[in-house]
Nanobody, 123 residues
Framework: QVQLVESGGGLVQAGDSLRLSCVASGRTFSNYAMGWFRQAPGKEREFVATIIWIGTTRYADSVKGRFTISRDNAKNTVYLQMNSLKSDDTAVYYC?????????????????WGQGTQVTVSS
């Protein structure tokens, strides 16, 4: 049974930073991509960033240069460092484990999901 548990969300002001963490358990996750997605009220879940075990990353254009994804395979943990936050970044952020190779950007390519953590950015 795979479990993904996110933490680190909160309420911040525009321009502030937050770091999200996601701890995986239940299987060896180092062979697959770990990603972050987000979903704002009334909107579809959207891709934020993903990383594979050798460190290759992929980002949504909206977060490039502001967000950094990293992973610690020994700790089964993936991080999302979010800097220069904007009100548009307000959403529930989900950690996900893919079931396919490469650095997939689509939700259907991920088979396991965490419960989500709320990030609210006030302007």
């Amino acid at each position: 049974q795979v479990q993904l548990v996110e933490s680190g969300g909160g309420l911040v002001q525009a321009g502030d930073s937050l770091r999200l963490s996601c701890v995986a358990s239940g299987r060896t996750f180092s062979n697959y991509a770990m990603g972050w997605f987000r979903q704002a009220p009334g909107k579809e879940r959207e891709f934020v960033a993903t990383i594979i075990w050798i460190g290759t990353t992929r980002y949504a254009d909206s977060v490039k240069g502001r967000f950094t994804i990293s992973r610690d395979n020994a700790k089964n943990t993936v991080y999302l460092q979010m800097n220069s936050l904007k009100s548009d970044d307000t959403a529930v952020y989900y950690c996900a484990l893919s079931g396919v190779g490469g650095i997939p950007p689509y939700p259907h390519q991920y088979g396991y999901w965490g419960q989500g953590t709320q990030v609210t950015v006030s302007s």
